[in-house]
């Protein structure tokens, strides 16, 4: 078991061969450029990390990618799903 307030979700039965998936539907996303995010089936929420990869702008993007799957539209500052952008982040 895990330590008392860790974050996450255990990949053993998927390992073991137990699971294809965890059924959470996400996925981390890191790229070369210091950004992190996270995606669901529908929607994308990303920030930007600085150098020594402290948070630099947790307000980065937000795209419903049902509506906008090519990702033109930032949602960020539109108050739109802001529960969800709120949950994501």
């Given at each position: 078991s895990a330590p008392a307030g860790i974050q996450g979700q255990s990949l053993l039965s998927i390992l073991e061969g137990k699971r294809d998936?965890?059924?959470?539907?996400?996925?981390?996303?890191?790229?070369?450029?210091?950004?992190?995010?996270v995606r669901t089936r529908t929607?994308?929420?990303?920030?930007?990390?600085?150098g020594d990869r402290r948070v630099a702008d947790d307000a980065g993007c937000f795209y419903d990618l049902r509506e906008d799957p090519y990702e033109q539209r930032n949602l960020i500052d539109s108050g739109q799903q802001?529960?969800?952008?709120?949950?994501?982040?």
């Open positions: 998936t965890v059924g959470t539907g996400l996925a981390f996303i890191e790229t070369d450029r210091g950004q992190i995010g929607h994308l929420y990303g920030i930007q990390l600085t802001a529960d969800l952008a709120d949950t994501l982040r």
